[in-house]
Nanobody, 122 residues
């Protein structure tokens, strides 16, 4: 069982920035965060959940949705078991609930957090 908790959402004006955090934890001494590829997803009102960004277990490989390129940056700290999403130049269309997902290497099981709400509005 892996637990994922997202924080950092809130209300921000267009053009503003937010940094989302996602902390993962697992049972006892068997949980190794670097074994998990992590990703951020978002779901706006009445919309399907969409992928925003991914990062490999070691943090050396990242991918971004076109909507996130140039504005969002995904990073991770494997000592703190945390993945971040730095979001700059936010737009109203970025308004959504943002979810963090983890998938262990060689596994098809996904672990999701409850999400954190981001609202971009003046």
């Amino acid at each position: 069982q892996v637990t994922i908790v997202e924080t950092g959402g809130g209300l921000v004006q267009p053009g503003g920035s937010l940094r989302l955090s996602c902390v993962a934890s697992g049972p006892g001494n068997t949980f190794t965060f670097s074994n998990y590829a992590m990703s951020w997803h978002r779901q706006g009102p009445g919309e399907e959940r969409e992928l925003v960004a991914t990062i490999s277990g070691g943090g050396t490989s990242t991918t971004y949705a076109d909507s996130a390129k140039g504005r969002f940056t995904i990073t991770r700290d494997n000592i703190k078991n945390t993945v971040y999403l730095q979001m700059n130049n936010l737009k109203p269309e970025d308004t959504a609930r943002y979810f963090c997902k983890g998938r262990r290497r060689f596994s098809s099981s996904d672990w999701w957090g409850q999400g954190t709400q981001v609202t971009v509005s003046s």
